[in-house]
């Protein structure tokens, strides 16, 4: 009675791993259009609905799993992403940064070319410091005397004046910016040849207007350049035709007390990155030009 | 054949069952990307609650379907299961063991059978299977699911064999053992 109970178990298994083996071999030995496979094929169509409504009826079930585990997943995905982002973060800063310094260099480039200003020998500075007080506009860039670089020699960028030394050590050198109270320049407006000063804005920080302006011809979107030197006797600190910015708003006023042109810097000054200074004196011969039409730099 | 004669189409149709749910919706639940095998365990359950025979034509039978539901190599399946149902039962027939654990050590070996086993057999069969150490990761993880599950799957089958059973082995832990060392199917 055991031994038959241990051959027919016996049997058993040998009869379905045989039957397993034979299966596997004729269904991996055969075509994709064999009989298993079509077998296989038909099985599927059965089953295939099938499937698919328990699919169905067991998505609930399978978004509940599917949710602990992806909660699961997802902090250790955020913990890596957390990570990414701050890399990127510093890696796009860089770029930024750099693409920022690239743009004000190339400008820098054309000024000097297109502009002329190559002949007042223009020193490149970084800017190293800025004053964090409203009540003062100043930077501190990282060109001093040791670079040829004097007091009140003209600061400028790619996009136009900036402001003039005011202080210089060896290594660095302090630049008052135009939007400072105590800037002034000669100034001149193109298209309607206007001769005035250029200083900061009382009422408006940040911004500039046009002072002893002789005649209220001034348009809004007039360009606003240096005046350069008229005479040899009145030199002045800066090159003519550097762009100054250009007329925002004109108001006429019943005076001429009661009269302000505002002027919008032509540079940046909020996001300075490199300076040039103009470190050749202004000579007389490089006087401004008279001409209304005359073109200024860019 | 020591089951009750009807037990066999509650067989059927629990291997159709958790055939079915396992590819429509388990097999989808991936844990630490691994995704959840049921079918081992359940096949080991069977083995261990009913012997090495019903085991080994339940477990060629689940082998067949999952096969076959998913366009698989037939026989692979079939015959890894084949091995783990038959087994287990051989286990439960020699050893007859009562502790409540023990279908979570069966149900480890039975998924390091079937894992290393398939895998083996692919290898044979000519697939590309790089041996890696993800892989080996994926394997061990695999082992450790079926562990867990083990013990919630057999309870399952346990509850649906229950009628049919001629003796259950935690209901007998509960008395004294008093007819011997041998299981009631290997005295049968």
């Avoid at chain 2, 089951?3 to 989808?28: E, F, K």
């Avoid at chain 2, 039978?61 to 091995?83: E, H, K, M, Y």
């Avoid at chain 2, 697939?127 to 799957?153: F, G, H, K, Q, W």
């Amino acid at each position: 009675m055991y031994d038959r109970q241990v051959r027919r178990r016996r049997a058993v298994l040998a009869v379905f791993v045989a039957l397993s083996l034979i299966l596997l071999t004729a269904y991996f030995g055969e075509s994709a259009g064999g009989g298993l496979h079509a077998v296989q094929r038909g099985a599927l169509q059965v089953l295939g609905p099938i499937q698919e409504g328990a699919s169905r009826a067991l998505k609930p079930a399978r978004d509940l799993f599917g949710w602990v585990g992806d909660t699961l997943d997802a902090k250790e995905q955020r913990d890596e992403l957390l990570k990414r982002a701050q890399s990127l973060e510093r890696e796009v800063t860089d770029l930024q940064a750099a693409e920022q310094e690239n743009q004000q260099l190339r400008k820098m480039l054309e000024i000097n070319t297109a502009g002329g200003l190559e002949r007042y020998q223009p020193v490149k500075a970084r800017v190293s410091a800025r004053s964090p007080s409203l009540f003062y506009s100043q930077i501190t860039v990282d060109k001093g005397s040791s670079a040829g670089v004097r007091v009140d020699q003209p600061v400028v960028n790619g996009d136009g004046l900036v402001g003039r030394v005011s202080a210089v050590t060896p290594g660095y050198s302090i630049v008052t910016l135009i939007t400072d109270d105590q800037f002034a320049a000669a100034a001149r407006t193109l298209g309607s040849n206007q001769q005035a000063t250029i200083s900061a804005s009382v009422n408006r920080p940040g911004g500039l207007e046009l002072e002893f302006v002789q005649a209220p011809r001034v348009r809004r979107g007039e360009r606003v350049v240096t005046a350069g030197s008229l005479s040899p006797r009145l030199k002045s600190y800066f090159p003519p035709n550097i762009p100054i910015g250009r007329v925002s708003r004109v108001d006429i006023g019943d005076g001429d007390l009661d009269r302000r042109i505002h002027v919008k810097p032509a540079a940046d000054l909020g996001s300075l990155l490199w300076v040039e200074i103009l470190t050749r004196d202004v000579e007389p011969q490089l006087e401004a030009s008279t001409d209304p039409t005359g073109t200024p730099t860019p | 054949m020591n089951l009750v004669p009807n037990s066999a189409g509650r067989l059927t149709a629990l291997a159709v069952i958790v055939v079915i749910v396992q590819v429509a919706a388990v097999s989808q639940i991936e844990v630490f990307g691994v995704p959840i095998d049921v079918s081992t365990v359940l096949v080991m359950s069977v083995g261990l609650l009913c012997g090495s025979v019903p085991g080994a034509v339940f477990g060629f039978g689940v082998g067949l379907l999952i096969d076959t539901a998913l366009l698989q190599t037939l026989g692979i399946t079939s015959l890894l299961l084949t091995l783990v149902g038959y087994g287990a039962g051989r286990l439960r027939e020699l050893r007859d063991p009562a502790h409540g654990l023990t279908p979570m050590a069966v149900g480890a070996v039975a998924a390091s059978v079937t894992t290393v086993g398939h895998a083996i057999l692919q290898f044979l069969l000519g697939a590309a299977l790089p041996l890696s150490l993800l892989l080996l990761r994926e394997i061990l993880l695999a082992i450790v699911l079926s562990t867990l599950l083990a013990l919630p799957v057999h309870a399952l089958v346990r509850r649906v064999l229950l009628p049919y059973l001629p003796d259950d082995p935690r209901r007998r832990r509960r008395r004294a053992y008093t007819t011997g060392g041998l299981s009631p199917l290997s005295r049968a």
